[in-house]
């Protein structure tokens, strides 16, 4: 068979999203598992644009659909599975958002929706499919980790038991990307994944849901999926929930980085303030690797909140973090929730001051925002907070929720004032200047003078966004200013496309 993969993206969410463009590592790894069947990949996330007549053309040349998606891209999966059905296409939807609400499978547009992990589960489905030429309510009866529709109703099938050992997945397959080329700050990036699962339990996160077990993979097979990587990457985007739940191991693998000269290329990881002041000298063999960037989850400027979200972490402990990250020249990406439950007004603004006092390398403000299964959405909806149940806004910027302090719009105008405060200050320039300041004072930090054209450039829309902010902002107003168009574009070179037939957008 030939199969179409498709990465759904993003809606175009603000703070993350406007600087990273990584290669759709789920769908690296789930083609290797069908190897004898032709593909080729959709991306949505990446350029070039691609015009709706090509996405027909190609699902018309292919015999199954397979979607990935996040919550926030549902919208964009459906109109994909949507065109697949007009060709009578079986269509199958995978990732964070089918497994969180495996309810998606009762959509028309889709056959089967697969939970959680889907090395295991894809393959068997595959087969069914493969074997039978249909899929049916009584050949999937029996796949484990499922949800399909019988004569019109959902039925969701047995959990699959999660993988215990990651090293005998598969190598991720870096050909389904073609020469596309993804980004992070304006260079060159490639996708990595040592562990799976997180042991953190706070309750905004759905990581916890989706793949409840923190699991990894032994360094050497780490360092073998580094050494696939091209040495022309710049960027090593580790995607690991949390890469310092055992300092042990990350010492282990920045040893064979170190070894085998994978050090010269630049490392980017989340996690936990505690875990780097609990082992200073890991860390100190982390920035001797190469990290350059670590992404921390700041939250809040106030302890009340750590502890009410269950992020078992202390405001001191995240200061003392980013401060030692700095001494040692490794640049802090830092993650703020604007809302949090139990938060005036004014102890928000106190937060937005809390990060540019924290002098965070790049901050990033995301509404509250109550993803499917957490536990912050099972109290959302209880006490009817939640105002939009469009999966659409659920991208941390257009705001879904109030809270017993907050409104809407509050929260809204907030998360403008954040960006606007933090990127563009008293005036144009401040942001740039203060943090030269810090990098020129520090020969740890002349790295980022390298990478700051290509910063500046996705800083911008980020800075324009902001700046007007005089008049009273509604609710719709905001929504309208962080949305962005989804656009389809396709993640091999247009060249293997037949130009006479599928025109591209320009």
């Known amino acids: ?197 997180c042991v953190g339990q706070c309750n905004f996160c759905c990581v916890k849901e989706h793949t409840p077990n923190w699991r990894k993979k032994t360094p050497a097979r780490v360092i073998d999926e580094i050494a696939a990587l091209s040495r022309k990457t710049k960027w090593i985007a580790y995607q690991d929930s949390e890469f310092t739940i055992n300092m042990n191991r990350v010492r282990e693998i920045c040893d064979l980085v170190i070894e085998h000269g994978f050090d010269n290329q630049w490392h980017s990881a989340q996690v936990r303030a505690d875990d780097l002041l609990r082992d ?27 502890d ?71 109290e959302a909806m209880a006490r009817g907070w939640i105002e939009d149940h469009d999966w659409t806004h659920y991208d941390f910027t257009r705001v879904v929720m109030r809270t017993p302090d907050l409104t809407r719009s509050q929260i809204a105008q907030l998360v403008q004032k954040a960006y606007k405060d933090f990127y563009i200050g008293p005036y144009w320039g401040s942001y740039f200047f203060s943090k030269a300041k810090r990098y020129f004072s520090n020969r740890r930090n002349w790295w980022f003078f390298k990478m700051m054209p290509g910063f500046m450039k996705n800083i911008k829309p980020i800075q324009k966004l902001v700046t007007d902010l005089s008049a009273p902002i509604k609710i719709e107003r905001c929504e309208d200013a962080f949305a962005k168009p989804s656009k389809f574009v396709m993640a091999v070179p247009t060249e293997a496309v037949p130009k006479k037939t599928l025109p591209i957008v320009e």
């Open 1 to 197: 068979m030939k199969i179409l993969y498709v990465n759904a993206g993003n809606a175009g969410s603000l703070g993350l999203d406007s600087f990273l463009c990584a290669p759709p590592l789920a769908l690296m790894y789930l083609t290797p598992t069908v190897p004898e069947h032709k593909k080729l990949l959709v991306d949505l996330k990446a350029n070039p644009n691609i015009s709706e007549s090509t996405i027909r053309h190609l699902i018309q040349r292919h015999d199954l659909v397979a979607i990935s998606s996040y919550t926030p891209s549902i919208k964009n999966a459906m109109q994909i599975a949507s065109i697949a059905k007009e060709y009578e296409k079986p269509v199958i939807i995978g990732g964070y958002h089918a497994s969180l609400v495996p309810e998606v499978a009762a959509e028309p547009m889709f056959d089967v929706a697969v939970q959680n992990e889907g090395e295991l589960t894809y393959p068997e489905v595959v087969k069914i499919l493969e074997r039978d030429g249909q899929w049916t309510p009584r050949n999937l009866k029996g796949v484990k980790g499922i949800s399909y529709k019988n004569e019109g109703k959902l039925v969701v099938n047995e959990p699959r038991p999660l993988i215990k050992d990651l090293d005998t997945l598969p190598m991720p397959d870096r050909s389904l990307i073609g020469n596309t080329k993804y980004e992070y700050f304006g260079a060159t990036i490639d996708a990595l994944e040592t562990s799976r699962g």
């Open 280 to 306: 200073k000298k890991t860390f100190g063999r982390m920035v001797d690797a190469g990290f350059k960037m670590l992404f921390i989850g700041i939250e809040s400027a106030h302890q009340r909140s750590l």
């Open 308 to 378: 009410r979200i269950g992020k078992k972490l202390s405001v001191d402990t995240v200061k003392q973090a980013i401060k030692m990250c700095h001494d040692y020249g490794v640049a802090v990406l830092g993650a703020i929730i604007i809302g949090n439950l139990g938060e005036t007004y004014q102890d928000v603004l106190e937060t937005i001051d809390y990060a540019k006092e924290l002098d965070i390398d790049i901050g990033q403000f995301t509404a509250l925002t109550p993803l499917p299964k957490t536990g912050l959405h099972a």
